[in-house]
């Protein structure tokens, strides 16, 4: 279990980006309010554009807000940090360093490796990468690297995994075990995981709530409570129940896909 249970705020947060070569400018989020909790799986939906990567890139602490605040426990987020863990589509690895050393990185740089070596060795296990530690990224397929990615982030334990569409690339049989291997470490740690996904199915089958969001601006339309415990049965009543809500949103809010 996580030690610290946290809660994010964003708080009247606008974020716009002037364009280069232009003076036009797009207004990415809109007066965005939300309060999420360590234990919650927070699923964003939305059409390209509306704003879902900008989310997560405001709450990693890799862009600041042009208005309003983002806030952990009421201290305001101003810069990355190890406790805000982040998961991109692309598996970002170092290609010069073993998949070994990949997972360690980021404790190595902390000074935090020697005595959490058998740390390295238990992620290696869950991934089912033990045989592979002394390979190099450019050796494994997309499913074994995005497998690393996540790990990688997950030594940190973070108090708050941001999950950027990270299962996007995948085959769809991997893509489910990776959803369940996703969701197992979630549920074993009750941390705060937010993960932006184009797929309705998926932000169900994860999701304990489901934000739907619309773009020009980018805004929430809705926020939906998953009641259905874990895990789910994507054929069930209320699973269809739920998916088909969260697409009527998507149409009748005016999402275009
Ligand atoms: N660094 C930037 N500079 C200029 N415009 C940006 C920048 N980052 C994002 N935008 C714009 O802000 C808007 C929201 O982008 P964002 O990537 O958050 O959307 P998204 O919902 O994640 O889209 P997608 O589903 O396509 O990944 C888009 O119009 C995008 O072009």
């Known amino acids: 279990m996580v030690e610290k249970k946290v809660t994010l705020k964003l708080d009247h947060v606008s974020k716009s980006f002037a ?20 234990g919650e799986f927070i699923s964003l939906v939305g059409p390209s554009g509306c704003g879902k990567s900008t989310i997560l890139r405001l709450v990693a602490g890799l862009i600041m807000p042009t208005t ?5 426990d009421d201290n305001e987020i101003q810069g990355p940090s190890p406790e805000r863990g982040m998961v991109f589509q692309k598996p970002t690895l170092f290609p010069w360093l073993t998949v070994k050393d990949n997972i360690a990185f980021s404790l190595k740089m902390q000074g935090k490796l020697k005595g959490n070596e058998d740390k390295v060795e238990k992620m290696l296990d869950v991934i089912g990468l033990g045989s592979f530690r002394d390979d190099y990224p450019g050796q494994l397929s997309g499913g074994m690297a995005q497998r690393v990615a ?21 085959d769809a049989f991997t893509r489910m075990n990776m959803q369940d291997e996703i969701l197992r470490i979630w549920q074993e740690k009750e941390q705060l995981a937010i993960m932006v996904t184009h797929d309705v199915d998926e932000a169900v089958y994860m999701g304990s709530r489901v934000i739907v969001m ?11 409570t998953i009641k259905e415990k874990y895990p789910r049965d994507r054929s069930s009543a209320m699973f269809v129940e739920y998916r088909n809500e969260i697409l009527n949103k998507l149409h009748y809010g005016g999402i275009r896909s």
């Open 214 to 224: 619309d773009s020009n601006p980018g805004r929430v339309v809705s926020d939906i």
């Open 19 to 38: 364009k280069i070569e232009t003076d036009e400018v797009t207004h990415a989020l809109n007066e965005i309010n939300l309060t999420m909790k360590s």
């Open 68 to 72: 309003g605040k983002l806030t952990v």
């Open 150 to 170: 996540l790990v990688r982030s997950l030594i940190n334990e973070p108090d708050i995994l941001l999950l950027d569409e990270p299962l996007g690339a995948l």
